[in-house]
Each structure stands twice: as C-alpha cells, then as structure tokens.
Nanobody, 120 residues
Framework: QVQLVESGGGLVQAGGSLRLSCAAA????????MGWYRQAPGNERLLVAR???????TLADPVKGRFTLSRDNAANTVYLQMGSLKPEGTGGFFC??????????????WGKGTRVTVSS
C-alpha cells in the first residue's frame, strides 16, 4: 500500500518561505500527477500546484510567480517551494498522487496533511 509522507510545514512570517516535501512510500507506478492542495478551515480543498506525467506543471493563479514545484522521479518525491507567503495562505497542505491503469484513472491517494501558518 502506498503512503504519502509529507514534511516541511510550520509557522512563518508573511513574506517568508517554506519548502514542503512529499514522498510516496511503497510500490507505486503509473503516476499521472503529483501535487499539493490547500484547505483552509471551513473551506474545500483546492489545488495549489501539480506536476504532470509529462513534466509540465500546473500552478494555481494566486501562487504563480511565488511557488515552484519540482519532482525527483527516482525517489517519487515532489517539492513545493513556497515564497512570499501571505497570511491568507494559511491552511492544511495535502499531498495528492493520481495514478492510472490502462485508460482509467484510479482514485487519488492523499497524504495526512501538513499545517502551514503564515503570521502577519
């Protein structure tokens, strides 16, 4: 069974930086995408950044120019480098992996989340 091991969350002042890591532990293949979602209290989980099978990345508009996402394929790990953090960016950050079988997408795999708090 695949588990996603997340790290790197914490408390940071506005304008600061953090790097989140997500490693897929266990046997995993046919990865369609790996990425991060953010969930603020009382709100739905929203995409922050995703790296696709072809290496392209998708970034949410609010983080473009401030966040970058990279991947270590050999280690099945993604890194979210977050800069110029804002208080409204506070929330739980959840790693997400999407895999496929043949032409079918399989249910997403989620990490347990890591908390990011940005103080003003």
């Amino acid at each position: 069974q695949v588990q996603l091991v997340e790290s790197g969350g914490g408390l940071v002042q506005a304008g600061g930086s953090l790097r989140l890591s997500c490693a897929a532990a266990g046997t995993i293949s046919n990865i369609n995408s790996m990425g991060w979602y953010r969930q603020a209290p009382g709100n739905e989980r929203l995409l922050v950044a995703r790296i696709n099978r072809d290496g392209s990345t998708t970034l949410a508009d609010p983080v473009k120019g401030r966040f970058t996402l990279s991947r270590d394929n050999a280690a099945n790990t993604v890194y979210l480098q977050m800069g110029s953090l804002k208080p409204e960016g506070t929330g739980g950050f959840f790693c997400n992996v999407r895999t496929f079988s043949g032409s079918f997408c399989l249910p997403s795999i989620w990490g347990k989340g890591t908390r990011v708090t940005v103080s003003s």
